[in-house]
């Protein structure tokens, strides 16, 4: 359940119908749900199975069997810092977005979008709500309680995913929603290029929290008596049930109210809204119950990205706890004050680019998607096969009729694929 906490967040509801509705729709889907079965799964397996095997966490867990490979463990606790770098901002956004329906946003549903541009492109405000989210992380992971959170979780994200079923079956009734259907998976492979093809393998890395080591941490935790198969199955199922899910709650309101499928990050908080306008008073108490559910999901996830870093600075570096948060927490703070203002236009730029979308898509498009290339060759060509075989089977308990298909993805097909895709779709401008 905690891994399912960490996969289902912001990847799933916020990224996933914007980055599809960016990139073409249907075919995007479509490589997308390839990539999570044919890559995501063997990844995810190969994460647990390290995990459980060494006990320990990402960086412990490579530095215990072959120290140079040390930095694996490293590049994943700079992406854990990196993606900390935005995230906290929509998550903050998340959270405004409670108090913004308790406050009657939805009275004036004609101006719902333009209070959204308003609201992220100001300086202030939206830093203040990063503010607050970040403290939440904070408290959460420096009295170690996070779980608790995830009790939370367990209550509020069956709920969330109740809300997306309202929302969904609300906006398929609209005048003019099959042809979001349609849009979402209905692929047309002739607008399809090397960046969609990345765009759908970082989807893929981000929405299942993988290429980091952080489903190795969780493998950790994992019961020696734990099926690894059936729990992999389980949470790639969770998580991408809850993304197609929050395509079919978006896509058909969209076109039924005319947004552009390519309107970009602010979808969700604009699509949703809406939507639960016309619901009349219930719509405010779903609307309420959506956003909580949002940033409760976006928190099970955010946690587990702060606890990588932080984890990381007890084991290897020595220090104490509170000091790990802080440390940790101060340079997150200064990479989402430049994520956050570059969406009003203020700060340094790179290549046009600003800090937001730096972070955002150097992480999912190349440091996962390495990452886990180098897990798998890790895995493939570093450890031994027997004893992945052991730890995938419990010692033979529970046999695995694929493992000689997993074992050559993720020793040959899988490296070469993520690098062919990578270094594509990174000369391609990421266009
Ligand atoms: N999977 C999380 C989400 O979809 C984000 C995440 C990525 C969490 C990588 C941990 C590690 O929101």
Redesign the pocket.
Known sequence: MAAAG???????I??FPYTAGQSGGGAFVAIYLFFVIFIGFSVMLTEFTIGRRTERSAVGAFKSTDRRWSFVGVLGVV??LL?MGF?PVVGGWSLAYVFKIGGGLLSEPAAISDSFGSFITNPIQPLMWMGAYLLLNIVIVMRGISGGIEKAGKILMPILFIMLIVVSIKGLSLPGASAGLEFLFKPDFSEVDSGVILAALGQA????????G??ITYGSYLKKKENLVQTTGMVVAM?TGVAILAGVAMFPAMFAFGIEPAAGPGLVFVVVPQLFAEMGGAGTMFALLFFVGLSV??LT??I??LE?VVSYLIDEKKMSRIGAVLSASVVMAFLCIFASLSLGGVGPTIFDTGAFDVFDLL??KVF?AVGGMLICIFAGWRLNKQDLKDEITNQGDKPFALFELWYALVKYVIPVAIAIVAIAGIYGGFT
């Open positions: 960490s996969a289902v967040g912001l990847g799933n916020w990224k992406t854990g993606i995230y890395f981000f929405s299942l929290s993988l290429g980091m952080c489903m998580d999901a976006a996830s955010s587990s990205l990588v992480t999912d996962l």
